[in-house]
């Protein structure tokens, strides 16, 4: 089944630009200069029940603008949008009780009032049962270890603690479809680590839909099975994790360390059929690049017999790597 | 729903609990009004008995009330709405199955009850005690009084809602919500009581939903309104609580259309 269903989805934002200087500014007070931009530009989306999708791209990329329409705050321009089989800005108030929404950059508990009160409010605007809340509220307060946090208000809390309660606020209602903006920015690792785990587990209890947007590419290393790439409010990959680094990664390398000196025309030889380029770093020290789809084992397998081997290493391009250098490159390299 | 609506109050309630020392300022900050406006229409009556068909303990009772009810009617939605709609909290607000208008409504409710329990009604009793004013018995009169507050209280929430929502267009409307702080009090009557204007500025009062707002609920208590005038006053509330429903409802659907969420 379809969580997310876009076609063509668009954007326009009408912005004021004003005009340089004193005699600008008057004339601005008169007649006022728009520029129309283009937040989000035709945009196909399919997203399965079940799925979790890392949505990624640069600051001003469209992504925020993106979460906004698929959230129902936003009426997009132009462009046909299905979410949880909802129209989400028309039917607002029925849709938002299928998905939950955690913005890392803003609270959605109140801030001068316990936290279990916020929590009790949320359980009334989403009508959840008392018997299913109390069941469910206690095992999300046990597993983000949040129960001694409940009492006190929100603005005491750090930002650790908030953005748990943050999280098991979007929960409450149990939504089907979950959207998270950034919301493990200025975390630190242990709570990252918990998090994570938790987004995990209920996506496999209740096949809940994740989107995920981040800065942070651990977060979707160790959550996406999916990204989405989007640049200038179109999107430029959409895929795997491991095809975006088999497409834009360079090969794997292997660095070795050797006892006694070795030619780069020997070891051509022994590795002769495999995609393999050899270069010599010093008089013992070699390194290979390889092809995508050279596997390592069998270039060692190779060596292992014929050459004493000190040491290995082997290198990788790190997702940050290759999203950097996606990033710079822009549309044109993609 | 209502549920909902209800809890909202009730959450209201428990935030003014949460800052006390708001509520205490508050009630130095009443007492000084009423004191203070006391003294200047003493002055004013300077021993005439009666002046613009008020007389001098109709008048000291009529600021009483007046402030008191100010105390329930009151609050600050407009700059909530501003704040929240400036900072680009009101995404938070549209991603809740509820009517975001309506919750902001009830919050204020949660907000006026407080008052009207811990702040108005104990603040009456001591005023009472302190200035030569005459609060009729208790009786059927109360019950109008408390209607017509009522009624008081929808009108200024709506006036703060409209113009709340018309921080989607302005997005800094700082100066238009700080003139209309000063014309409802000016104008509902908090100020200066409606008669003790000049014919033509109550000629066009007529037409303002501000006298709506203070000064028929006060007057219905302090002069005992009953029969025809009484259902005159609740009347003309009334239509100003269903006019005002349609310029909100537009605003608002036109903001919803036209949405920009500040800061990212």
Redesign the interface.
């Known amino acids: 089944m379809l969580s997310i269903c876009a076609r063509g989805l668009t954007k326009e ?1 009408r912005v004021f630009q004003s005009r340089s200087g004193l005699l600008g500014a008057f004339r601005d007070l008169w007649n006022r200069n728009y520029r129309i931009i283009r937040a989000v530009d035709h945009i196909d989306l399919e997203i399965y029940q079940g799925e979790m999708v890392g949505y990624i791209g640069e600051n001003g990329a469209g992504k ?1 603008t993106t979460i ?1 329409m698929l ?5 997009p321009t132009s462009g046909d949008l299905t979410v949880n089989g909802y129209h989400p800005h028309r039917q ?3 849709f ?2 299928t ?1 939950g ?1 955690v ?1 890392g ?4 508990l ?1 801030w ?2 316990a936290v279990k ?1 916020s929590f ?2 949320l359980q ?4 959840v049962h008392d018997e299913q809340y109390e069941k469910h509220l206690r095992r999300m307060i046990e597993v983000m270890d949040i129960g001694n946090l409940l009492d006190q ?1 929100v603005r005491k809390l750090s930002l650790g603690q908030r953005m748990r309660c943050e999280l098991v606020a979007a929960l409450i209602h149990q939504p089907s479809l979950l959207f998270l903006d950034e919301p493990t920015i200025g975390l630190d690792v242990l709570v990252k680590d918990n998090i994570r785990r938790f987004l995990k587990e209920i996506n496999q209890e209740f096949r809940t839909t994740i989107l995920l947007t981040t800065h942070d590419l651990s977060d979707i290393e160790a959550l996406c099975s999916r990204v989405i790439m989007l640049d200038q409010g179109r999107i430029i990959y959409d895929g795997d994790l491991q095809r975006l680094r088999s497409k834009w990664g360079s090969g794997k390398k292997i660095h070795l360390a050797v006892e006694e000196n070795v030619s780069l025309k020997q070891l051509e030889k022994y590795t002769e059929g495999l995609a393999v380029t050899w270069s010599k770093r010093t008089e013992r020290k070699v390194s290979a690049v390889l092809n995508h789809d050279t596997p390592v084992s069998k270039v060692l397998a190779c060596l292992v017999e014929r050459i004493p081997i000190q040491e290995v290493q082997i290198e990788e391009d790190s997702t940050e790597e290759i999203v950097r250098k996606i990033y710079q490159g822009g549309e044109t390299n993609a | 729903m209502l549920r909902v609506y209800l809890e909202v109050i009730r959450i209201r309630f428990l935030m003014m609990l949460a800052y006390r020392v708001y509520y205490y300022s508050g009630v130095i900050n009443y007492s000084l009004n009423i004191g203070v406006y006391y003294f200047l229409w003493n002055a004013v009556y300077g021993g005439a008995t009666s002046l613009n068909g008020m007389t001098a303990v109709q008048m000291a009772t009529y600021i009483a009330v007046t402030w008191m009810s100010r105390a329930f009617y009151f609050n600050n939605l407009d700059y909530e709405i501003a704040a929240e709609i400036r900072e680009g909290q009101v995404a938070v607000q549209l991603i809740r199955p509820y009517q975001y208008l309506l919750v902001k409504a009830a919050e204020s409710l949660g907000e006026g009850l407080f008052r009207l329990l811990l702040f108005s009604a104990p603040g009456l009793i001591i005023v009472s005690l302190v200035l030569p004013i005459q609060l009729p018995s208790f009786g059927s009169v109360w019950m109008k009084f408390a209607l017509s507050l009522f009624l008081g209280f929808l009108i200024n929430v709506q006036v703060n809602l409209l113009i709340g929502v018309l921080t989607f267009f302005f997005l800094n409307n700082q100066g238009l919500l700080r003139a209309k702080r000063v014309l409802v009090d000016l104008l509902s009557g908090v100020v200066i009581p409606i008669p003790f204007y000049p014919e033509w500025a109550q000629a066009i009062l007529s037409f303002l939903p501000f006298q709506a707002i203070s000064y028929l609920p006060s007057i219905t208590l302090v002069k005992g309104l009953d029969g025809e005038s009484f259902i005159q006053a609740i009347g003309i509330q009334l239509i100003w609580v269903l006019v005002l429903c349609l310029p909100i409802l537009v605003l608002w659907a036109i903001a919803k259309k036209r949405m920009t969420v500040q800061g990212g």
């Open positions: 934002f925020s906004k959230t129902g705050i936003l009426e607002r108030r029925e938002v009780k998905i929404v913005f950059q803003r609270s959605q109140w001068d009032i009160e009790r409010l009334k605007v989403y009508r208000p």
